[in-house]
């Protein structure tokens, strides 16, 4: 009788869950293959002792930098950025990178940029606001024009990962395009799949880590590489550098910190700002050659 492996990963899943739901992003552990490798190594921020807000002052210091003023044409358009964070952290919680990069998009961009950001349970309410907005002149209908004008970006960590697909998928249903799609530590909530990009999605790239007891997913693959770009699998290590990650609970830093570091790491957010303006002003990457090509089979 063949031996069932499935109830000793539950319960790994399960007390994975529970340390994790104190603040943390809870996931479930998924295997992982060789990708791209990018290192961490040019910021050696300790972790340490500090108030709940230096973790996000250090992710987001150089942030600013990478975005630059709308120009006509994008301003004429409808630029639509939803973050999702990841466990059962509120979509409020100002202790998350990715509420305060929303914020900060906000701060930066004119008001054309809407950017706004959801738990990863309502993807529902997520997917009704984008369609809001899409509706420009308020009429009930989207129309060819509509869609066609709109610039989407979705972007989130762990389960908010996940739920990044769900919702790139399921506008994908409506006939909605999406320009960008980001991962970070993506983790595969039940009842989806986080692994293969909707044909509507334009481009999306994936940040990983493969330590600790929850990790990402380390492969993201197009239903339809003729009308998806892959940007890359790009892997991310902190064996030998530290990221303050003091914004989680002690438990949840000790059983989990590599998925928690590459959710507080300033070079990952650099990277998603770096994309983000380059989709939505088509200007030179900032991060030029740092990030590699993407991964061969």
Same mark, same amino acid.
């Given at each position: 009788m063949a031996c069932n492996c499935r109830k000793p990963m539950r319960l790994v899943v399960a007390f994975a869950v529970c340390v994790t739901s104190l603040g943390a992003a809870s996931a479930q552990v998924v295997s992982s293959k060789q990708q791209n490798t990018?290192?961490? #190594?040019? %910021?050696?921020a300790a972790c340490r002792e500090a108030s709940r807000t230096e973790p996000l002052q250090e992710a987001f210091r150089s942030v600013p930098q990478r975005l630059h003023p709308l120009d006509? #044409?994008? %301003?004429?358009?409808?630029?639509?950025?939803?973050?999702?964070?990841?466990?059962?952290?509120?979509?409020?919680?100002?202790k998350h990178p990715e509420v305060q990069f929303a914020a900060l998009l906000r701060k930066s961009y004119p008001p054309s940029v809407h950017a706004e950001v959801f738990a990863n349970h309502d993807g529902t309410e997520a997917l009704r606001r984008v369609l809001q907005l899409l509706d420009s002149n308020g009429d009930g209908v989207i129309t060819g024009n509509e869609k066609e004008q709109a610039n989407i970006i979705i972007y989130g960590h762990s389960w908010g990962a996940s739920q990044t697909v769900t919702l790139a998928r399921a506008l994908g249903q409506q006939g909605v395009p999406v320009l960008l799609t980001i991962q970070v530590d993506s983790v595969r909530k039940p009842g989806q799949e986080d692994s293969i990009i909707p044909p509507n999605v334009r481009n999306a790239v994936n940040f990983y880590q493969t330590r600790g007891l929850i990790h990402g997913r380390s492969s993201i693959r197009a239903a339809d590489p003729e009308r998806t770009q892959i940007v890359g699998n790009f892997q991310m290590r902190y064996r030998n550098r530290r990221v303050n990650c003091d914004n989680y609970p002690w438990l949840a830093r000790h059983f989990n910190r590599p998925h928690h570091e590459i959710e507080n790491d300033p070079n990952v957010w650099n990277h998603i700002a770096s994309m983000i303006d380059l989709e939505l002003l088509k200007t030179t990457p900032i991060f030029g050659s740092s990030l590699p090509s993407a991964a061969t089979p």
């Open positions: 990018l290192d961490s #190594n040019d %910021s050696t006509d #044409n994008s %301003s004429a358009r409808n630029n639509i950025i939803i973050g999702f964070v990841g466990g059962f952290v509120s979509r409020n919680d100002l």
